[in-house]
T-cell receptor, first 111, second 112 residues
C-alpha cells in the first residue's frame, strides 16, 4: 500500500520553465512534508519542507503548495536550470521521525 | 554537507554472509534512522533509534538489526544476506521531534 503517491514519474522541462511535481497522501496523522533532491550516486538532500498548517512556502526558486483538505502537496521549481536535473522525492513524516517517501520523479531540464 | 557520515561507501558480499554498516550522525542529533533504497525506488524505512533503543520499525525481517551508541552513532547489521538486499542503505539523523532530517551519502551494498 503506497501511502504517498507521487507524479509524474518523469518530467522534461525547458531551461527557464516551471517544473511541477505533485504528491497525494491518505494518512492524516502525517505532520511534516519535506522534499528531497537526489543526484545519481548521492544521498537525498533536503530541499524544502512544510507543515500542514501552512498553505505555501517559498525558498528561492522552490515553492511548496499544500492543500490540507485535498491531502495534496506540490513542488514548483521556477526558472528551471540544467543543474536542477535530478530525482525528486516527496515525503511525509509519521511516528517520530519516520519518513514515508513517494516513488520519485526524474527531472530533466533541457538547455 | 549534512554532517551525517556513513561507511563503507561501497561493498560486495556473498549471499548468506553478514554485513555491518556504520553511521555517524550530525553533532547533537539524538535520533538515527536507517532506510533501504533499491535502484529506481524511494527510500524505505527500516528502523529508528533514540537513546540507544529501537523505537520504530518498518516492514523488514528480524535479520535486519541495529545499534545506537552513547555518542549517537549507529550500526545497521544484516544477517543471512539475500540477493534482494542489494541496495543503497541510508542513514538519517535528527533531533527527537525535530523537523529537519538529514541523510548521509549512503552505503552501496551488492550481494552476489
Amino acid at each position: 500500500q503506497q501511502q504517498v503517491k507521487q507524479s509524474p514519474q518523469s518530467l522534461i522541462v525547458q531551461k527557464g520553465g516551471i517544473s511541477i511535481i505533485n504528491c497525494a497522501y491518505e494518512n492524516t496523522a502525517f505532520d511534516y512534508f519535506p522534499w528531497y533532491q537526489q543526484f545519481p550516486g548521492k544521498g537525498p538532500a533536503l530541499l524544502i519542507a512544510i507543515r500542514p498548517d501552512v498553505s505555501e512556502k517559498k525558498e528561492g526558486r522552490f515553492t511548496i503548495s499544500f492543500n490540507k483538505s485535498a491531502k495534496q502537496f506540490s513542488l514548483h521549481i521556477m526558472d528551471s536550470q540544467p543543474g536542477d536535473s535530478a530525482t525528486y522525492f516527496c515525503a511525509a513524516r509519521e511516528d517520530g521521525n519516520k519518513l514515508v517517501f513517494g516513488a520519485g520523479t526524474i527531472l530533466r531540464v533541457k538547455s | 554537507e549534512t554532517g551525517v557520515t556513513q561507511s563503507p561507501t561501497h561493498l560486495i558480499k556473498t549471499r548468506g554472509q553478514q554485513v555491518t554498516l556504520r553511521c555517524s550522525s550530525q553533532s547533537g542529533h539524538n535520533t538515527v534512522s536507517w532506510y533501504q533504497q533499491a535502484l529506481g525506488q524511494g527510500p524505505q524505512f527500516i528502523f529508528q533509534y533514540y537513546r540507544e533503543e529501537e523505537n520504530g520499525r518498518g516492514n523488514f525481517p528480524p535479520r535486519f538489526s541495529g545499534l545506537q551508541f552513547p555518542n549517537y552513532s549507529s550500526e545497521l547489521n544484516v544477517n543471512a544476506l539475500e540477493l534482494d538486499d542489494s541496495a543503497l542503505y541510508l542513514c538519517a539523523s535528527s533531533l527527537a521531534g525535530g523537523n529537519t532530517i538529514y541523510f548521509g551519502e549512503g552505503s552501496w551494498l551488492t550481494v552476489v
